[in-house]
């Protein structure tokens, strides 16, 4: 039986794909910084510390941990927090393995489409464009970077740059399902996004393919706007739709810099993971939001 070690294993992504690799007859351990459970072992990234005893029989590791880009305002000490967690627990995880010459199958790391950088523009983002110049674009090129250094030790690695995750419980909709649902700013910035259901599964697909290596656009292929993002969530959990939009001064006014997320965005493609053979189980928004509230 393979064994996969999780970090960010007690987080929304990192629970539900541990429910799907156990159906999946894997093994899993989860690096926490609170271990409570059987599989579960500790890490402190600010003592350079890991149980050795999470990697026994390991031969693929998710790297999922990382702070929440969406939930503090970017001061200089949040900023350090969200490069930190995400990178130094890279580099923390690739010090063990080559000290402890643990034999991976391959790296499987995550990343964001934030990537391409908070920017509303018509081009299409593929996986072979350049990083963007701005906070989010240098916070993920860090990250990839910090991931790719295992193939120095000729580990395959994969990444998924994934967008905004919606899942039933908890994520971006828990705070999306206002009494009133309006789009933000111009509302027509583009909201990449995935089911929770059709992410895990390509994280699946990433263990058990060994061609699945390499960076992927983790992105469902229909394309939506702040504005029709917003009508179609509205309708689906039966809340009031206000077609004017939240002033994009009022959101830098309350979020800051970070505002920039909230206000700019663009189109990103999937189609280098649907040349995999991926299908989607939720390929539209209405079918997505349909099976997390019926």
Partial sequence: MEKILIT????????????????????????????????????????????????????????????????????????????DSRVYSANLLFEKVKNLKIPLKKFISASATGFYGAITTEKIFIESDASASDFLGSVCQKWEDAAHQFEKLEIPVAILRTGIVLSKNGGALEKMKTPIISPLGS?????????????????????????????????????????????????????????????????????????????????????????????FKFPSLNSALKNLFK
């Fill in 187 to 279: 509302g027509e910035q583009y909201i990449p996004w995935i089911h929770i259901d059709d992410l895990c599964e390509m994280y699946t697909n990433a263990v058990q393919k060994e061609s699945f290596t390499g960076v992927f656009n983790a992105v469902a292929d229909n394309y939506q706007t702040s504005k029709t993002f917003s009508k179609s969530l509205a309708k689906s959990v039966g809340r009031i739709y206000l077609p004017i939009a939240v002033p994009g001064f009022l959101m830098k006014l309350i979020f800051g810099e970070m505002a920039k997320i909230l206000l700019k965005g663009s189109r990103v493609s999937s189609k280098k993971i649907l040349e995999t053979g991926y299908k």
């Fill in 8 to 83: 960010g294993g007690t987080g929304l992504v990192g629970q539900n794909l541990t429910k799907l690799l156990l159906k999946n007859g894997f093994g899993v351990n989860i690096l926490t910084r609170s271990p409570e459970k059987n599989n579960e072992f500790k890490w402190d990234i600010s003592e350079n510390y890991i149980d050795k005893n999470a990697f026994e029989n390991v031969t693929f590791i998710i790297h999922l941990a990382g702070a929440g880009i969406a939930d503090e305002r970017w001061t200089e000490k949040r900023k350090k927090i969200i490069i």
